[in-house]
Every structure is written in C-alpha cells, then in structure tokens.
C-alpha cells in the first residue's frame, strides 16, 4: 500500500505530462485523479499499519517504508494539500511540466513522510526538492536558481550530518 501511495504521484506525473501535451486540462484532471488516490489509501492505513523494505539493488540498497502516526498525518495532510493545488491547477493555465515537477515533488514528500530509515529519507528528500525547483522555474528563473543552491547546500549538510 505504501509503495503505491507513493508511486501514484510518480505514475500520474509521468501520464499527466503525456496527456497535457494535447490537452492542458485533460493533463489537469489526470493529475487531479492521480493525487485524489493516496488520500483513499490513507485514511484507512492507519488501523493496520505497515512495514514495506523494497530492494533496488540487491544486497546495497534498500529502501525502507514505515507508517507510523506521525508519518501519516503529515502524509494526509500533505496529499490533501497537493489535491487542492492541482485542483486549482485546472482552473488556471498550468502546462505539462508543472503537472510533471509537482506530481514528482508531492510523491518526495510522501516519501519523506513514510520513510523508515535514513538512507531512504535523503533519497525521497532529494526528489522533492529538485523537482520542486521545476514548479517556478518557468516563470522565476533566478529565484529557482537560488532555490536549487540552497537546496544544495542543506542537501549536504544533512547528508554530513547523516553520516557523523
């Protein structure tokens, strides 16, 4: 459940871009439907609970999801946030790639939110803040650069801070 909580903004991001090419609102409401879903899943997650550990390369990497009360309400609220950002989505003149960056910001978040150890932390907290640099990087080109050095820099300061 978890892995699909967060693969959904992954899925959807890679669907919206491709169907906002013809259409800006069809793009619109696929995202819309795609971020809808990880709500669905987690308002019931929490009786249950749930440890995934997803192997990406064999005895090296792992990542590691946990639900824990913390991580879900920060999730909820996040996958609530992100609903009503794409909704208005649709209503304004929002092009393909921002469908792209923010689908692809949100499930980094969702990432960070349901991540179990650190390695994976960093991993889903680097996701999110290099695409979500790409939300304004349209319209505010210097201030997504700044962005995108500050993220740098806090980037490996956690990671220096991880490792010490």
């Known amino acids: 459940m978890t892995f699909w909580v ?3 903004y992954f899925l959807g991001g890679i669907v ?4 906002a090419r013809p259409s800006r609102k069809i793009g619109a409401f696929v995202a819309l439907l795609f971020s809808i ?5 987690l308002i019931p997650a929490l009786d249950g609970g749930f440890y995934l550990r997803f192997t990406v390369i064999p005895y090296h990497l792992h990542l590691s999801f946990r639900l824990t009360l913390l991580g879900w309400f920060f999730a909820l609220i996040a996958a609530t946030l992100y609903s009503l950002s794409l909704f208005s989505a649709y209503s304004e003149k929002r092009d393909s790639f921002f469908l792209l960056s923010s689908m692809f910001s949100a499930g980094g978040l969702m990432g960070v939110f349901l991540a179990a150890d650190y ?3 960093f991993i889903f907290f680097e996701i999110m803040a290099f695409f979500s ?4 990087i349209r319209e505010h ?3 997504a650069l700044k962005y995108i050095i500050y993220s740098l820099v806090g980037s490996y ?8």
């Open 6 to 8: 967060i693969a959904s």
């Open 37 to 41: 879903y990880p709500l669905y899943a």
């Open 133 to 136: 640099a790409f939300t304004f």
């Open 157 to 164: 300061a956690f990671l220096a801070a991880l490792l010490v």
């Open 119 to 121: 390695l994976t932390l």
């Open 16 to 19: 919206a871009y491709v169907l």
């Open 141 to 143: 080109r210097g201030s």
